[in-house]
């Protein structure tokens, strides 16, 4: 079982920077690929970036494409979010979730997610 904590959310003006972490219990953290999702009022959860089991391979939507960076400390259990040049647009709550990545694709577990941040980009 895998509990996850996301933090580091808040109000940002468009241009800024957020940090957010996501911090996960047990021991079986660094056999799962990890993902990031966020939220927008109105829309459908979406999946913005994904870090392989070692973090040796990253995948981001375009949308976020070299704005955010995705790593991942395998040994304090805690994948990280690093989120530049932030838009209106990227107002959301952010999810972290635990999930499995084979043949381009990435899997979500649905046991393993966390509460989620707030973020909001606005002047």
């Known amino acids: 079982q895998v509990q996850l904590v996301e933090s580091g959310g808040g109000l940002v003006q468009p241009g800024g920077s957020l940090r957010l972490s996501c911090a996960a219990s047990?021991?079986?953290?660094?056999?799962?690929?990890m993902g990031w999702y966020r939220q927008a009022p109105g829309k459908q959860r979406e999946l913005v970036v994904v870090v392989t089991t070692s973090g040796g391979y990253k995948t981001y939507a375009d949308s976020v494409k070299g704005r955010f960076t995705i790593s991942r400390d395998n040994a304090k259990n805690t994948v990280y979010l690093q989120m530049n040049s932030l838009k209106p647009e990227d107002t959301a709550v952010y999810y972290c979730?635990?999930?499995?990545?084979?043949?381009?694709?990435?899997?979500?577990?649905?046991?393993?997610w966390g509460q989620g941040t707030q973020v909001t980009v606005s002047s």
């Open positions: 979730n635990a999930g499995t990545y084979s043949s381009g694709s990435y899997y979500p577990l649905n046991d393993y």
């Open positions: 047990g021991s079986i953290f660094r056999t799962y690929a």
